[in-house]
């Protein structure tokens, strides 16, 4: 009886989300493309596979047919959310949902952004963004994930599968070997096999793996060809080796031929219209004169068909309720939900806490005055979303940086500065003394030298080549401070309890970083619109902070294996030494290590225990005790690195494993990693395939990259 209960109360569970999750086999949904596309002409085929310019209201539109009747499907920008819109949620950016290391928030944030993506009747998501990191003035860095391939991996499969649980069509971008702004159209990037498959394709593959319905190809060249004209990568390697079942979409304006194109992997052709003509009419020309087989035409479109299908986008998927030529006169339809809410608690717990001397932070309950300085923590004072010019997409840093610029960012529907969140959190017995602009040092100084504690705010920006903004195109020009943030932090002079706070979409250099009176080094990264509130949530002891850095913060820049690169071929001469790995290898001590992060509390590692099975899918099995010590709760970041056998000649240690793990004062609990084969695997380039070495491994546990807590060997043979 109670078993037939539960059956009924789940059905009534399922009749009220609805269709929402449910899902259809890849099987089921090419079968109904199938029967769809067969009914097709050539043209109609081809209206599919073509967008339809750059006048419409999405970023791409497809074209569309009547008998049958397919509608044309609208892909929007971009990975943080709904790009050149209204009431919708411009939260986390990647890099900073990276910092968080919270699967489950990954998760959440994927699924709150595919229900706006869906409710303004976008199809696509041209996002996220899985680049792995190759060096730090990459300018869409804040856009995806940060410097390691198996962090990467993780946290585009939860967005990915967040986003497409809500209908919508996740697209993976951009594939592959795209890491800088710089000549990205000309040149040719050239990576050997084992570092391509192990490095820069791995977050790809694991994207596969999560379902991505398709992929957007890159500007760039892949040794020697166009990223959308690719026969290795494309055919062979993401429809071959990763078994990708959705369709692939040039970036806009990265098709350069027809025939080849179609050939070697290409679906779909964006933006289309008078400005991208390769597809539509060109590629009817050239299914008729067979130099693209009818056959290929019909896999082309099919692959687009049955993607909408397998998401089930063909029951009442929502009409189009975003104009991003004409942003004001789109339909009013709010997404926004409770969203903000996430938001706020994804960005506090994303906050890095760098340094933290004698416990400054968090506050204590009896300060009197503290001083606000710093541009960085206020309004920008131009106005909102750079004084409401949708074309710079945020092409501007003049108040507090809470996101990147280009098709990468969103539109605030209000932002949280940093002293709005502390005001509001400071009540009325703490006096909150601002100062916002960055030149007046004087002023600056007086202000700091007569409060109890100094928070000295500043930032540094990029983004996509589309703008330019202080003489940055897109990528970074240097690692320093924008603004003259770093003289701002001589404001420490006047007062020995100063704490920095540093907004910006990745690494900077700390000239500063020895002034004894900075206490503290506060790390948000770029937390949307919720900023000050995350912050102040940290600064003030609300939440605990638990973030980590998804880079390595170098002491100085020639410390870093890769700078842009102004040639035409572009070597990544560092091969598997990317990121932590590089300083690990060549034993530079950086500044602040990959993984780190500092919490008001402190934990302990013991116990560790490892057990080796036959399994594949659980090679090596191993546990540890994680107790927290110190006197308040707290979340700890448990990172698993391995180091492989000598001969395998792999870096000293690889990420492979972190468990988030919130633990009461006192609290203790053991923390549990399987490795299946493929995270014990190298890519064996003579045979192919991923092998597991044998021999002798280490498995390190710790709370970062070189702050290792537990270490033990085992072997396999
Ligand atoms: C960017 C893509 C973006 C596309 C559509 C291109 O400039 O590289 O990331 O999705 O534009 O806006």
Redesign the pocket.
Known sequence: MLHLLTLLSTAVLLLLVGTANASRSWEESYKKADSLVSQMSIEQKVNITSGTGMTGLC??ITGSTTNPDFAPLCLH??PLGVRAADNITAGLSGITAAQSFDKIALRQRGVYMGKEFYGKGINVQ?GP?VEVMRGPWAGRIFEAFGEDPYLSGVAGAETIMGIQSQKVIACV??YILYNQNLNSSSSSVVADERSFHEVWAWPFARAMEAGAGSV?CS?NKINGTYGCENDESLNGLLKGEMNFQGFVMS??FATHSTAKSANNGLDMS?PGGDMDTWFGANLTAAVNNGSVSEDRLTNMATRIVATYYKMGQDANFPRISINQANRTEAPFVDVQGDHAKLVRQMGAEAVVLLRNKNGILPLSKKLKKIAVVGSDAGPDPNGLNCGDNDLLYNGCNNGTLAMGW???SARFPYLVTPYDGIRAHAGKDLEVGHIFTNWDLDAATDLASDADVALVFASSDSG?A?ASVDGNNGDRNNLTLWNNGDSLATVADANKNTIVVIHSVGPVLMPWIDHPNIKAIVWPGLPGQESGNSLADVLFGDVNPSGRLPYTIAKKASDYAAPLNPHATIDFSEKLLVGYKWFDAKNIDPLFEFGFGLSYTNFNYSNLKIETSDNEDKLVSATVTIKNTGDIAGTEVVQAYISFPESAGEPPKVLRGFEKVPLEKDGETTVAFEFEKLLLSIYDVEKAAWVVPSGEYILHVGASSRDIRQSMVFDIN
């Open positions: 970023a791409g920008d971009g041209l963004d971008k951009h957007m500007y970036d806009w964006m280009g098709s990468g996509e589309i």
